[in-house]
């Protein structure tokens, strides 16, 4: 369960870095196009998920495995004797 939750978060972990780069990237062109002023405040949603993303896949095995319930995700298969 730990390995699913893990890789959840570091999905949407991505998905953020992608989505703010995509901003900064676009922010970046419409001031080289000259149609917008260059204002600080313009990049800071696109900084911001990217901050956000780069942060959540840092802390995503820790998350993984604060909500996770499962002491036996070691990959290791314990077998009961039989009786």
Do not use: H
Request: aromatic share 8%.
């Amino acid at each position: 369960m730990k390995r699913a939750i893990r890789n959840l978060i570091r999905f949407v972990a991505v998905a953020l870095v992608v989505i703010g780069c995509l901003l900064c990237t676009l922010e970046f062109m419409r001031q080289r196009a000259g149609d917008a002023d260059a204002a600080a405040s313009k990049w800071i949603p696109g900084g911001a998920l990217l901050v956000a993303g780069v942060i959540c896949f840092a802390i995503s095995a820790r998350v993984a495995e604060y909500f996770s319930d499962d002491d036996e995700d070691d990959g290791s298969i314990e077998i009961p004797p039989e009786t």
